[in-house]
């Protein structure tokens, strides 16, 4: 299944930078597992970079820093180095950025429920930027209608949903600005697990949704 | 162009590359390097006189040093490597608001690494200046922050593969280097603004609108045109 709903050029770039905070680099590394058309942006992005750094001047390194180094050439490098080796049981569903966050993948995941058939399990609180869970909807629930207070970026690792007449599937990205109010529906047949990643708060347009969002932590 | 911090003007490789014969091209680095008199670059420089084919300055030469790295584990490609790069890797961390201690540190994690992962770079895929800034920004990021940086894994099982390329629309990688490099020197001051800001700055968008004094849309805007003008450069433009 070919991805149609892409993550735009600038997020691409602030991702190459490593300006995105942890939550925003969680996703778009995610999507770029999935995608060879944003990796192929991201590529160009790091090549930016190396440009960059191949033109900055110069500044003196202190004068036993090429020793230090050699020195540690020579040592066999600690297990701590090297990536630990991925344990997931073949037939895994997420891809690896997600897997290696979660300790696992999707059969892992501790869901909380926070709704009739959705549940959501909290990857990244908000403490040093955006927001990243994981949602699980059922089929053909419909999301709360709500809008944003910031940006939501909403992707698909599992089944599908659709928003508005779009449909999205795995690896497409719903991207939802202040300017969006919207509803999304799980796909009726299995539903779909998602990657949402909130720059700021939601708000509901119902009463309910109000009052149940401080202590479902959305 | 080279812009050096005091305002002074070096030929840009570039410039040297366009008209010059190799051995001109060396001359022209030999010089620069000389000139700027700074003693890792004059170690560098007997480097490059003794061994016509040691230089890290172009991305062939680089390149080779990355292969014999290794392949060889050759030591002395290691040090050619490290005077050119270490250098940059500190203004680097300097720039993000590292002190000169920090800075200094991160450097030589970086060309450790460089050292250590050497056989995973795949030199059809990347210059060793875009693979060793990808290291930099990691460590940095990893230095600043209790989690790591989530990457991507080349190697996932979970991976969708790139579709197959015509070989004719491959670019050479020093072409590819050399046209993003030429593209960023044709970008409007404005446009370089926003890019530079975005490297070297760790600002996001929203404090760079603040700082450039225009709106969050413009800064976004900005950033990608002089994106889509690198990428149309390197031949990326059109899907």
Known sequence: MTIRHHFPDDVLLSYAAGELDDAMSLIVATHLTLCPACRK???????????????????TMSPDALARVLARTEQTVDAADTPATDTTAPGFVLPGPLRQRLGGDLDNVRWKHIGPGVKQYVIARRDNGAQARLVKMASGRKAMTHGHAGEEYTMVVSG?????GMAFTRGDVEIAGTDVVHSPIADDNGGCVCLVVMTGRLKFRNVLGRIAQPFIGI | MIRCRKGRVLPSMNDVFATASPRRVRDEVLAGLLAMGRPQFRDAGAQLMADDTVSAETVAGATDLMRRIAEDKD?????????????????????????????????????????????????????????????????????????????????????????????DHRVDRLQRAEAVRRAMSALSDEQADVVRLSFFEDLSHSIIAERLDVPLGTVKSRLRLAFAKIREAVGDGLQ
């Not at chain 2, 290691?78 to 250098?87: G, I």
């Open chain 1, 160 to 164: 599908a949903f659709s928003d508005a």
């Open chain 2, 75 to 167: 030591r002395q490609a290691f040090e050619v490597l490290f005077a050119h790069f270490a250098p940059r890797v500190k203004s680097y961390m300097l720039k993000l608001g590292a002190n000169d201690a920090l800075a200094d540190e991160l450097a030589q994690e970086t060309l450790l690494a460089v050292w250590r992962k050497a056989e995973k770079f795949d030199r059809a895929k990347a210059a060793p200046s875009t693979w060793i800034f990808t290291i930099a920004r990691n460590l940095r990021i990893d230095a600043y922050r209790k989690t790591v940086r989530p990457e991507l894994d080349p190697n996932d099982p979970a991976l969708v593969p790139d579709p197959e390329e015509p070989q």
């Open chain 1, 41 to 59: 942006v991201a590529a160009c992005a790091d090549e930016i970079g190396g440009v960059m750094l191949e033109e900055l001047p110069p500044t």
